[in-house]
Protein backbone atom coordinates (compact mmCIF):
# COMPACT_ATOMS: atom_id res chain seq x y z
CA UNK A 1 0.00 0.00 0.00
CA UNK A 2 3.05 2.70 0.47
CA UNK A 3 2.97 4.95 -2.42
CA UNK A 4 5.52 7.10 -1.02
CA UNK A 5 8.52 5.09 -2.31
CA UNK A 6 7.45 4.85 -5.37
CA UNK A 7 7.19 9.01 -6.06
CA UNK A 8 9.90 10.55 -3.60
CA UNK A 9 9.60 13.86 -5.66
CA UNK A 10 5.90 14.63 -5.78
CA UNK A 11 4.95 17.89 -5.57
CA UNK A 12 2.96 19.62 -2.46
CA UNK A 13 -0.27 19.12 -4.20
CA UNK A 14 0.11 15.57 -5.50
CA UNK A 15 0.70 14.60 -2.11
CA UNK A 16 -2.14 16.79 -0.46
CA UNK A 17 -4.12 14.31 -2.79
CA UNK A 18 -2.81 11.65 -1.89
CA UNK A 19 -3.60 12.31 2.12
CA UNK A 20 -7.49 13.29 0.64
CA UNK A 21 -7.69 9.66 -0.99
CA UNK A 22 -6.77 8.00 2.02
CA UNK A 23 -8.71 9.39 4.44
CA UNK A 24 -11.48 9.25 1.97
CA UNK A 25 -10.84 4.93 1.98
CA UNK A 26 -10.45 5.45 5.79
CA UNK A 27 -13.77 6.84 6.08
CA UNK A 28 -15.52 4.55 3.93
CA UNK A 29 -15.10 1.95 6.80
CA UNK A 30 -14.18 -1.04 4.44
CA UNK A 31 -10.83 -1.50 5.65
CA UNK A 32 -9.57 -4.14 7.77
CA UNK A 33 -8.10 -2.84 10.73
CA UNK A 34 -4.27 -4.07 9.33
CA UNK A 35 -5.06 -1.82 6.15
CA UNK A 36 -6.41 0.34 8.16
CA UNK A 37 -3.72 1.33 10.59
CA UNK A 38 -1.37 0.84 7.54
CA UNK A 39 -3.32 3.16 5.43
CA UNK A 40 -3.43 5.52 8.44
CA UNK A 41 0.45 5.66 8.45
CA UNK A 42 0.95 6.23 5.02
CA UNK A 43 -1.33 8.98 5.88
CA UNK A 44 0.46 11.29 8.60
CA UNK A 45 3.84 10.27 6.63
CA UNK A 46 2.22 11.81 3.93
CA UNK A 47 1.02 15.07 5.99
CA UNK A 48 4.67 15.03 7.40
CA UNK A 49 5.93 15.77 3.88
CA UNK A 50 3.08 18.02 3.02
CA UNK A 51 4.10 20.31 6.43
CA UNK A 52 8.14 19.77 5.47
CA UNK A 53 6.74 21.15 1.80
CA UNK A 54 5.45 24.26 3.31
CA UNK A 55 8.10 24.79 5.66
CA UNK A 56 10.56 24.80 2.91
CA UNK A 57 8.02 27.55 0.94
CA UNK A 58 7.86 29.79 4.26
CA UNK A 59 11.44 30.00 4.60
CA UNK A 60 12.19 30.56 0.81
CA UNK A 61 9.91 33.46 1.06
CA UNK A 62 11.52 34.91 4.35
CA UNK A 63 14.55 34.89 1.87
CA UNK A 64 13.24 36.66 -0.75
CA UNK A 65 11.58 39.34 1.33
CA UNK A 66 14.93 39.73 3.09
CA UNK A 67 16.36 43.35 3.37
CA UNK A 68 20.08 44.06 3.32
CA UNK A 69 20.06 44.86 6.68
CA UNK A 70 18.78 41.56 7.52
CA UNK A 71 15.37 42.19 8.68
CA UNK A 72 12.16 41.15 6.52
CA UNK A 73 10.56 43.49 4.28
CA UNK A 74 6.31 44.08 5.47
CA UNK A 75 4.26 45.13 2.50
CA UNK A 76 0.75 45.73 3.34
CA UNK A 77 -2.36 43.46 1.52
Known sequence: MSDQAE???????????????????????????????????????LTRECHEKLDAADQKLVELTRTSDGGIQEREI
Open 7 to 45: VPDRTFEEALTEVENKVRKLEGGELSLEDSLALFEEGIA
